[in-house]
């Protein structure tokens, strides 16, 4: 039978001073070596019990780790034939996913989204794994006010050197490809659990953003099973274990009234909070047109006085007649078609169009900036709600209530499922259930 430890392979320390754990495997008097991802100081080893000290920071979390991994290695001695050798033995544990990076995978996965263009999917689940690696790093000697200021400014390092180009979306694949800190293994209920407590707590996030997470991970996990990285076993989201529930948030749009307040609001003219203004509104006399999509819009969408339309999203084309609210804003930019370089709103005007990262990015920074003009937009229309970009949408299925059959919105609104504009138009039609209670106060 085959005698199993961790060691610190201090043969291979790096300029830190940390080595490599590895567990190692003797058997006839050979030996092969299966490397943990964990790298420690000498000073907080116990060569002896196989287990780090106290004085590493996050001790007792790391000889969980070890003993799991060291338990799922003497499972499978047990489990296969004694005539087996260490290097043999070796190859069982690495086949089993002992060593299979989570990280690595997800990277990978992170890439091909960014190779094919969808860069706002790419950057939310490069997030995901950055917000993974601060659960995984969490200091347990820091009290929660510190960590969360540490977690925020390794936030804030990370965007500057974005912007100073000294650090690229790339180098954080590549980052997270080389990172073995988390198998799958290690992704439990126990894990998951404390990860969405860590999630609230530490970084403020709301239940949907949480539950996009965790879709992730189960995504991740599907496809390591499929690949036969991870035996079925270890899936955390199976039979009774953990649930994701996608729960369902209140809609708000505006009223008529207020969106008459926005109509009649007077700004000057072909400044930023002007742009915004008119883009927004734009954005709902087509039925709540995403606002990045109505960024992006050039001038050769319209044709025969209609808007052929592709919303990014799910690129589902959409012909729509321009509406005459509508066209007394675009004739305003029409006259500065060559000036913005074929766009209709000049907030890609000096967007490489042939660079689809590049209209990204553009796009991005300017529906930020629209969000900030349109609370200022709110106050002077002293209207209460979170004025937003995606609130056009909103509004116009709240003015629309049910008095548009649901296979015509489900039109207007690109969606593939009539199913899913039920749901959305269920947020917005109040009539019966407000006569159903008036039928019982007001006897």
């Known amino acids: 039978m085959a005698a199993i430890k961790i060691v610190r392979r201090k043969n291979k320390q790096r300029k830190d001073g940390s080595a490599p754990l590895a567990l190692r495997i003797s058997k006839d008097y050979k030996t092969n070596y299966c490397f943990l991802g964990q790298y420690v100081l000498e000073k907080d080893w116990d060569d002896v019990q196989g287990k780090v000290k106290r004085t590493h920071p996050n001790s007792r979390k790391l000889n969980n780790f070890l003993m799991k991994k060291l338990t799922e290695v003497n499972d499978i001695s047990f489990e296969i034939n004694d005539g087996i050798s260490s290097k043999e033995m070796k190859k069982k544990v690495k086949g089993s996913g002992a060593g299979k990076s989570f990280f690595n995978l997800a990277a990978k996965r992170v890439q091909s989204k960014y190779d094919r263009g969808t860069f706002s999917v790419a950057k939310s689940e490069l997030s995901i794994l950055y917000n993974l690696e601060e659960f995984l790093n969490l200091k347990t000697s820091l009290t929660k006010v510190q960590n969360i200021k540490a977690i925020k400014e390794r936030r804030k390092e990370r965007i500057s050197r974005g912007r100073k180009n000294e650090y690229s979306f790339m180098d954080s694949v590549a980052y997270f490809k080389k990172n073995k800190t988390l198998n799958f293994q290690d992704i439990d209920e126990a894990f998951v659990e404390k990860y969405k407590t860590f999630c609230t707590a530490y970084l403020n996030q709301k239940t949907r953003t949480i539950t996009n997470q965790l879709i992730f991970i189960r995504t991740l996990?599907?496809?390591?099973?499929?690949?036969?990285?991870?035996?079925?076993?270890?899936?955390?989201?199976?039979?009774?274990?953990?649930?994701?529930?996608?729960?369902?948030?209140?809609?708000?749009?505006?009223?008529?009234?207020?969106?008459?307040?926005?109509?009649?609001?007077?700004?000057?003219?072909?400044?930023?909070?002007?742009?915004?203004?008119?883009?927004?509104?734009?954005?709902?006399?087509?039925?709540?047109?995403?606002?990045?999509?109505?960024?992006?819009?050039?001038?050769?969408?319209?044709?025969?006085?209609?808007?052929?339309?592709?919303?990014?999203?799910?690129?589902?084309?959409?012909?729509?007649?321009?509406?005459?609210?509508a066209d007394d804003i675009l004739k305003f930019y029409k006259k500065s078609q060559s000036e913005n370089n074929g766009y209709v709103f000049p907030f890609l005007k000096e967007a490489n169009s042939n660079d689809k990262e590049d209209v990204f990015i553009k796009t991005r920074n300017a529906t930020k900036l629209f969000n900030k003009y349109l609370k200022r937009i709110a106050k002077q229309c002293d209207i209460d709600k979170n004025l937003s970009n995606h609130i056009a949408r909103h509004s116009f299925g709240n003015i629309a209530g049910d008095r548009i059959h649901p296979l015509m919105l489900q039109k207007l609104y690109r969606h593939s499922d009539l199913k899913t504009t039920l749901n959305y138009q269920a947020n917005f039609i109040n009539r019966d259930a407000d006569e159903a209670l008036d039928s019982v106060i007001n006897f």
């Open 221 to 325: 996990f599907n496809i390591a099973m499929k690949e036969g990285i991870v035996p079925s076993k270890y899936y955390p989201f199976s039979g009774d274990k953990v649930k994701i529930r996608i729960g369902s948030s209140n809609k708000i749009g505006l009223t008529i009234q207020e969106i008459e307040r926005i109509e009649a609001l007077k700004l000057e003219k072909h400044s930023s909070v002007w742009h915004t203004h008119n883009i927004w509104l734009v954005a709902f006399y087509f039925a709540g047109i995403r606002i990045s999509d109505i960024v992006q819009l050039k001038w050769t969408d319209f044709k025969d006085e209609r808007l052929f339309y592709i919303m990014n999203k799910n690129e589902k084309p959409l012909s729509l007649k321009i509406p005459e609210k």
